[in-house]
């Protein structure tokens, strides 16, 4: 039976993982419904992806009954009212990256989706591509012997996108870009909090974070050196340094799809696009549909490769990196104020 999807938001995003279900076989894989908060924007959406249901509200999504699981699509400054809209109507939920604006946001959404005993994943695409599988393998075999560096950078000229400037909307290049390359670290290093992490940053005239260096260091002499940045194009490369050899990702390391191993090149290209895709290798969203699909199959409630405790050690570093480079939201200002107010 077809894993049936839901869609929260018709937006590029929520297209471009409806345009990467279609090369996944229709038998496993079928999207229901979506819902988004212009009723003729979900019909648009509906009519051009065949899906027979479109919804004004994400209450009607919620409350749909043929849904297994909803991916959240919308700007990550909604992703806690929706994400626990569903979890709260007992949807399982696939929540696009970052799942919250800040740890504590991501510590609601755990905690109601275990009160529900239903799934809930962060989005992390990069975690389920071909490329991410072998490195975890070879990583696992220890092929590279001791690891001891990791340098990683993510770089697209985005300070044109309206949405990437306003901090109102969760602007900013930490949460857009730097949690790649923070998650690609934990992957790597494995899912332990730092040592200690360094940060450094440049704020646009808007007051968000436009470039940004991280250093994190990890038990046993382990240092990752990250850099991200909205300015400008970069080739996403990303190393993998151990005593006995080196992983490299010449590009796009948010989506691999070569990586070079001690020299020795490998290769997994992705399936041609059935239709045009708003952002570069988006049919790649086929891999974590398909894992979300085997984790339902198997009745698991968190995934084992992008688990919860990790997505709360990922948005804890978020959380201090915006803390050094001078970024405040107001869901910050909201939950220490929720905090202050509960320790009375």
């Not at 479109?54 to 991916?71: K, M, R, T, W």
């Not at 609601?108 to 989005?123: D, P, R, S, T, W």
């Not at 440049?202 to 991200?228: F, K, M, P, W």
């Amino acid at each position: 039976m077809a894993t049936r999807w839901g869609i929260c938001s018709a937006g590029k995003i929520s297209h471009d993982f409806l345009v990467a279900l279609k090369t996944l076989p229709p038998a496993d894989h079928k999207a229901v419904a979506i819902a988004s908060r212009d009723l003729k924007r979900s019909q648009e959406y509906a009519q051009q992806h065949g899906i027979c249901k479109a919804y004004g509200s994400y209450e009607e999504l919620a409350q749909d009954p043929e849904v297994d699981v909803i991916y959240v699509g919308s700007l990550h400054t909604q992703h806690l009212a929706h994400t626990l809209l569903f979890l709260r109507a007992k949807k399982n939920v696939l929540c696009e990256k970052p799942m919250g604006m800040n740890a504590a946001e991501v510590r609601e959404m755990i905690k109601v989706a275990k009160e529900n005993n239903v799934f809930l994943m962060e989005g992390f695409w990069t975690r389920f591509f071909p490329v991410s599988e072998q490195i975890r393998t070879m990583l696992g075999q220890k092929s590279l012997g001791d690891l001891k560096v990791l340098q990683a950078q993510l770089g697209f000229q985005m300070d044109h996108i309206p949405r990437l400037v306003d901090k109102k909307l969760g602007g900013g290049v930490i949460l857009d870009l730097g949690c790649y390359v923070i998650q690609f670290a934990s992957m790597v290093f494995g899912p332990e909090k730092p040592k200690s992490i360094v940060a450094s940053g440049l704020l646009h005239d808007t007051g968000v974070d436009e470039t940004v260096a991280i250093i994190l260091n990890y038990s046993g002499n382990r240092q990752a050196v990250l850099n991200c940045t909205m300015m400008v194009n970069l080739p996403g490369e990303a190393i993998i340094g151990g005593t006995e050899g080196t992983i490299q990702l010449p590009n796009h390391m948010n989506s691999p799809t070569v990586m070079f191993v001690k020299g020795s090149r490998w290769e997994w290209p992705l399936p041609s696009s059935p239709e045009p895709l708003y952002f570069e290798h988006d049919i790649g969203l086929r891999y974590e549909a398909e894992h979300v699909r085997q984790c339902l199959l198997k009745d698991l409630k968190e995934s084992p490769i992008m688990p919860l405790h990790e997505s709360e050690t990922v948005t804890t570093i978020m959380d201090e990196v915006r803390k050094q480079v001078g970024v405040i939201y107001e869901q910050d200002t909201a939950q220490n104020k929720q905090s202050n107010e509960t320790a009375k």
